[in-house]
């Protein structure tokens, strides 16, 4: 079974572009999600999805980041502008529904703002 | 909100010792999962061992348990016999519906 897939594996980009990172989740999994893990701390939820349908983007600084999940399959997280305290790793999981099951992760993308 | 407290930002252990990694958090709920996940340098999150709130027993995965403490909104992990490649960040994590929080991490070292 193939893993949550994500491109790039790094991103280096300046304050103040844009910048843009994909997630294809496990087949089948209804649920994506995306975190921000700076480092030294633990991921932070950023958004929820549920099929094409967000359940939760309450802590997504949404005047620079934007998400969507177009058919319910892949996602794409966007910033812009970037700030230099976006530098984070983004992780992608996904899971088989919102209830109590476990999340399965991919490899992440790390963003360096410079 | 729901929050996850991992008081240990690193610990050690000697090679084929055992070792606890404590975790504990916050709910009002009563139904809820628990995880541990291992976080290498690789960055991939792998899910080691999970935990149904409604169930007394403790879980167990080969070399991991946990300690699963209800009233006391505990659980710890315990590794046993470590080895080299278990050296890496553990995170704890508290899920409930669409709720789903991570601790700070446990960064473990594996002393050869």
């Known amino acids: 079974e193939a893993g949550v897939a994500q491109s790039p594996r790094y991103k280096i980009i300046e304050k103040r572009q844009s910048v843009a990172f994909w997630c294809n989740p496990i087949?089948?999994?209804?649920?994506l999600y995306w975190y921000q893990q700076i480092l030294g701390q633990g991921p932070k939820l950023l958004i929820q999805?549920?099929?094409?349908?967000?359940?939760?983007d309450s802590q997504l600084p949404k005047d620079r980041f934007s998400a969507e999940r177009l058919k319910g399959v892949d996602s794409t997280l966007k910033i812009q502008p970037a700030k230099l305290e976006d530098s984070a790793v983004y992780l992608c999981?996904?899971?088989?529904?919102?209830?109590?099951?476990?999340?399965?992760f991919g490899q992440g993308t790390r963003l360096t703002v410079v | 909100a729901q929050t996850v407290t991992q008081s240990q930002p690193e610990m050690s252990v000697q090679e084929a010792e055992t070792v606890t990694l404590s975790c504990t958090y916050d709910?009002?709920?009563?139904?809820?999962?628990l995880f541990w996940y291992k976080q290498p340098p690789s960055r991939q999150m792998i899910l080691v061992i999970r935990?149904?709130?409604?169930?007394?027993q403790n879980a167990t995965e080969n070399r991991f348990s946990v300690n699963f403490q209800k009233a006391a909104k505990s659980f710890s992990l315990k590794i046993s016999d470590s080895q080299l490649g278990d050296a890496a960040m553990y995170f704890c994590?508290?899920?409930?519906?669409?709720?789903?929080?991570f601790g700070t991490g446990t960064s473990l070292t594996v002393i050869p």
């Open positions: 087949s089948g999994h209804a649920t």
């Open positions: 999981a996904s899971s088989f529904t919102a209830a109590n099951t476990e999340a399965f």
């Open positions: 709910t009002s709920e009563s139904d809820y999962y």
């Open positions: 999805f549920q099929n094409n349908g967000v359940v939760d």
């Open positions: 994590a508290y899920k409930r519906g669409n709720q789903f929080y």
């Open positions: 935990q149904e709130a409604y169930k007394q």
